[in-house]
């Protein structure tokens, strides 16, 4: 990089990518019962954070009610949000199942935390109207 270059701290450099990916993942619980407490939504938070960094994703943050876990998480360009959602749900299901199984058991049936959809939206950066305005204006060469 150019000494001149002063980024972010959050905007990240590998060997042929600079990167600023973030993104904002929901979990709601099965059927949006309120199976989740403050002890099982901090030990969801331990999870999540030992399964982001199995992905080298770093969680920034997380927090939730009683039926559903908001996330946003800094990941780089070779991971897919997909797979990242559906691990981090695998895994805290399995654990937070194995750790708070008889609360669970009152709220959820069927050995199921977390129903097969989420939610991802990417987030940071400039907004769409803005990038597109930027690209329009772009000067072709003469």
């Known amino acids: 990089m150019s000494p001149r270059w002063n980024p972010h701290p959050d905007v ?3 060997p042929h990518v600079v990167h600023h990916l973030h993104v904002h ?3 709601v619980t099965k ?3 309120g199976a989740l407490t403050d002890a099982t939504l901090r030990r969801c938070e331990q999870i999540m954070k030992e399964v982001c960094e199995d992905f080298e994703t770093e969680l920034k943050q997380l927090n939730g009610e009683d039926d559903h876990v908001h996330l946003l998480a800094h990941y780089p360009p070779k991971v ?3 797979k990242l959602a559906n691990s ?3 895994d805290s299901a399995r654990l937070l199942r194995k750790k708070y199984d008889a609360h669970a058991r009152r709220y959820l049936r069927g050995g199921h935390f977390w129903p097969g959809a989420h939610f991802a939206g990417s987030c940071g950066g400039a907004p769409p109207i803005a990038v597109r305005q930027y ?3 772009q ?3 003469a």
């Open 12 to 14: 990240h450099t590998g």
């Open 25 to 27: 993942l929901v979990f």
């Open 139 to 141: 000067q072709l060469p």
């Open 88 to 90: 981090l749900k695998d």
């Open 31 to 33: 059927y949006r019962r």
């Open 135 to 137: 690209i329009e204006n």
């Open 80 to 82: 897919q949000p997909s």
